[in-house]
């Protein structure tokens, strides 16, 4: 346990920087709110394609909402750390800059953890949506039991971390709080989340080369669900600018985590809403064919943008359960229950 928070100016140890007047806020907010803005078109896009095939809302649809709601809360709340004195030294940021910083960087905390809860709990239930079988489902559990020990230990550290609890943001009391390290509390939590982001990237894939599908079909499911791998680059970068958390210019070296924990939030509900939009894409080249275009018709007979290996870039087989609870789990390779549907999707209607 040690005393946190950053070291005010003026006192044995701290040396202003050179550039002391320097401010990266501008950066903040022009890297942050195009993401934020995206988030909320995936989202929208992922109702309207459930809408467009005249499916169910499930409940990775409503928690990738709920998931959302907290990854704008985190870009409401950056961009009032922003104001608070994030992206300038400590020097210039006066004292009550200096509590209202970490009123918001404690709430900003706990809202993380929710939304990478709630995104990472919607990816998975779209999966056991997909991939109904009980092994595959008993797999996705246990990584839903880890990233559940995450969330309530990450929350709980966040709430708990300085003794007393307001001792967070109020670095004037007498006796001074006793508090974990910061630096420690962020590099800790940030490695079993990009631990899980890697397990959960990977999941699907295992699902689809189960399948009874051709190579190109496989290929074509596959690169789908892998542009997700955006959400564990992130993570490692948020990871990486953690190391660079200093308490004695705490305001001005924490500046990159905020920008990349507001990104990494926004672009966790973007990957997770891509496989849903797969409808809305079909819908968009069938469009495109009918007015006869050139360019797509090209597409079409494989010598476009996708190459000549895949004769249709959304081409697929899916296999529909009647019951999206306990439905029809998947057969063993070679065989279909009979309970089971089985669609050659050459159309908007599927089960994503």
Wanted: aromatic share 12%; charged share 15%.
């Amino acid at each position: 346990m040690s005393s946190n928070g950053p070291m005010p100016p003026g006192i044995p140890g701290v040396v202003l920087p050179p550039n002391v007047h320097e401010t990266r806020t501008l950066e903040a907010i022009a890297s942050m709110t195009p993401f934020a803005a995206l988030a909320i078109l995936a989202v929208a896009l992922r109702f309207y394609s459930r809408r467009l095939i005249k499916t169910y809302y499930g409940l990775d649809d409503q928690l990738c909402l709920v998931a959302l709601i907290f990854s704008l809360g985190i870009y409401a709340n950056a961009l009032m750390m922003v104001y608070y004195g994030s992206g300038r030294h400590l020097a210039v940021v006066s004292i009550f800059d200096r509590t209202a910083y970490f009123k918001c960087l404690f709430a900003f905390q706990i809202g993380y953890a929710h939304a990478i809860f709630f995104n990472k709990i919607s990816m998975l239930n779209l999966y056991t949506r997909i991939f109904s079988t009980k092994s595959y489902k008993i797999s996705a559990w246990v990584v839903e039991g880890m990233v559940f020990a995450w969330y309530i230990a990450v929350v709980g550290v966040s709430i708990f971390s300085c003794y007393p609890i307001q001792g967070f943001w109020n670095k004037a009391m007498v006796p001074p709080a006793k508090c974990i390290r910061t630096k420690l509390f962020f590099v800790g939590n940030a490695m079993p989340n990009l631990a899980t982001d890697m397990i959960i990237l990977i999941l699907p894939i295992r699902g689809i080369w189960a399948l009874r599908l051709t190579i190109s079909q496989r290929i074509s499911l596959s690169f789908l669900f892998l542009l997700g791998s955006l959400i564990p680059v992130a993570s490692a970068v948020r990871f990486a600018a953690q190391f660079g958390v200093d308490k004695t210019d705490f305001t001005w070296t924490m500046h990159d985590t905020v920008i990349w924990t507001s990104l990494q939030t926004s672009i966790g509900i973007i990957c997770a809403c891509l496989p849903t939009l797969r409808p809305l894409l079909q819908k968009f080249l069938t469009n495109s064919k009918r007015r006869g275009s050139e360019q797509h018709h090209e597409m079409s007979k494989g010598s476009g943008t996708f190459g000549p290996f895949f004769k249709d870039p959304f081409e697929m087989v899916t296999i529909i359960c009647a019951d999206d609870s306990e439905a029809a789990p998947l057969a063993p390779p070679g065989r279909i229950r009979a309970e089971t549907q089985v669609e050659v999707v050459y159309s908007s209607k599927d089960n994503i």
